[in-house]
Structure formats: C-alpha cells, structure tokens
C-alpha cells in the first residue's frame, strides 16, 4: 500500500472513531475522490475506496389505539387537530406547517399538499372527524392564511409542532421518543394493513418510487397474526 493509500485510510478510520455518520462518510469519500480525479487528474482505476454500507432501518409505528390516544389526551382543540392531521393524512412536518386553509377541499373531501418533498402538488385523505374539528378550530382561532399559524401570526413553527407530538406522547404513557414522521410512517402501516393497495398509499405518502413505499411492508402485522408460534 502506497503512501497516499496510507493517508487515506487513516483519514476515514479515524472519523469512523469519531463516530460520523455513514451519510459524512461518504461526503469524505467524495471529497477525496473529487481532489485525486479533478484536482491532481489521477483516474479512478489507481485506486479504489470501500464506501459504508447504507443502513436498512425499518420504521419505527405506533399502534392505532396508541396514536388515538395522544390524539384524545390534546392539551386543546389546536394541538388536536394538529396531530390527527400528522397522522389521519399522513403529512410530513413541514407539509403540515405549510398549509393553507384555502388547501382544505370538504366538498371532495381531500387536502392539497402544495410543494411537498421534490417540489410537487398532491392530494391525500381528509378524514370526516377531522374536519368537524377542523371546523370548530376555525371559528375559535380564526387563522388568516395558513391553516395553522402563531400567536403574532405568520406560519406556525416546525419545533412547536415536535413539541406538540413529544408532549402528547409523554402524557399517553410513550416512553420512547416519538416524532411527527412516526405518525406518517403509522398512517401508511395502518392503511396497509386495511388491505390498502400499495400503489394508492405510495401516491397518497407522495413517494418517488414504490420501492419507498415497499417499506412498509415490512412492519405490517396482518399476515402475522396468522401464523401459529412454535411455542404457542
């Protein structure tokens, strides 16, 4: 092994010590091929450079009567609606916060994610229960623009929303941490195991790719149920 080899394995052990991320890792690893293939123009075959797994983590689901729970045991009417939403239309944070009471469709009983993640426009569920309180959030809170906006007015924030989801799950007994995207994972794990296709949940979620989607297969219980232990 050469000298610049040397240098370039102690370089990523030693952030691998550090503790960096795989994602950082690989931001390294491109550094250091950007400075060999471009900066010194010495090609890609006089060496090579082992790039970090990616992590296959599932994601992390509440149970249905858990996430109704959070949602009943709301400090107000506000923080409820902001939480069925979470979870009843499957909304990203930032989705949620940029809401408009203009995006509320009732008559076809649909909500518009204007610009969402890769900037594009869909449609997902408007629950019926939602939108009675919805409704009863309105006439006391009178919001102006976005659905949900602050005490001065404007968009309300994102870590107002984390705070929200926290203490709900705190006060429902929820020792684990729980985020606002535990919620979107729960809605699309509990509409599979309705018998949901796959394809409606991936346009609903607005996922890329199926494969994306295809996640959620692995946390759905249904088909579990009907398998026997060997124990049992």
Same mark, same amino acid.
């Given at each position: 092994?050469?000298?610049? $080899?040397?240098? %370039?394995?102690?370089? =990523?052990?030693?952030? *691998?010590?550090?503790?960096?991320?795989?994602? +950082?890792?690989?931001?390294?690893?491109?550094?250091?091929?950007?400075?060999?293939?471009?900066?010194?123009?010495?090609?890609?075959?006089?060496?090579?450079?082992?790039?970090?797994?990616?992590?296959?983590?599932?994601?992390?689901?509440?149970?249905?009567?858990?996430?109704?729970?959070?949602?009943?045991?709301?400090?107000?009417?506000?923080?409820?609606?902001?939480?069925?939403?979470?979870?009843?239309?499957?909304?990203?944070?930032?989705?949620?916060?940029?809401?408009?009471?203009?995006?509320?469709?009732?008559?076809?009983?649909?909500?518009?994610?204007?610009?969402?993640?890769? $900037?594009?426009? %869909?449609?997902?569920? =408007?629950?019926?229960? *939602?939108?009675?309180?919805?409704?009863?959030? +309105?006439?006391?809170?009178?919001?102006?623009?976005?659905?949900?906006?602050?005490?001065?007015?404007?968009?309300?924030?994102?870590?107002?929303?984390?705070?929200?989801?926290?203490?709900?799950?705190?006060?429902?007994?929820?020792?684990?941490?729980?985020?606002?995207?535990?919620?979107?994972?729960?809605?699309?794990?509990?509409?599979?195991?309705?018998?949901?296709?796959?394809?409606?949940?991936?346009?609903?979620?607005?996922?890329?790719?199926?494969?994306?989607?295809?996640?959620?297969?692995?946390?759905?219980?249904?088909?579990?149920?009907?398998?026997?232990?060997?124990?049992?």
């Amino acid at each position: 092994m050469n000298q610049t $080899k040397i240098s %370039r394995s102690i370089t =990523l052990k030693h952030l *691998v010590q550090l503790g960096k991320s795989d994602s +950082y890792l690989n931001q390294a690893i491109n550094s250091i091929k950007f400075y060999y293939e471009i900066v010194l123009n010495i090609p890609n075959r006089f060496y090579s450079i082992d790039r970090p797994r990616k992590q296959e983590k599932l994601p992390e689901i509440l149970a249905k009567e858990t996430v109704l729970k959070m949602i009943d045991i709301a400090a107000n009417l506000k923080h409820k609606c902001i939480l069925s939403l979470l979870y009843s239309a499957g909304l990203r944070r930032s989705e949620l916060i940029n809401l408009k009471i203009t995006d509320i469709d009732s008559t076809r009983m649909l909500i518009r994610v204007a610009q969402g993640k890769g $900037k594009k426009d %869909r449609f997902t569920l =408007l629950s019926k229960n *939602v939108l009675v309180d919805l409704r009863s959030y +309105y006439k006391i809170y009178r919001p102006k623009t976005y659905l949900f906006e602050g005490a001065d007015g404007g968009k309300y924030s994102g870590s107002s929303v984390l705070k929200i989801v926290k203490r709900a799950a705190k006060k429902a007994g929820i020792y684990k941490k729980v985020t606002p995207h535990m919620l979107r994972h729960s809605f699309a794990t509990h509409l599979l195991e309705d018998g949901v296709d796959l394809r409606y949940i991936q346009t609903l979620l607005g996922d890329n790719s199926t494969r994306t989607t295809e996640i959620y297969t692995h946390v759905a219980v249904t088909n579990f149920k009907n398998i026997k232990s060997p124990l049992d």
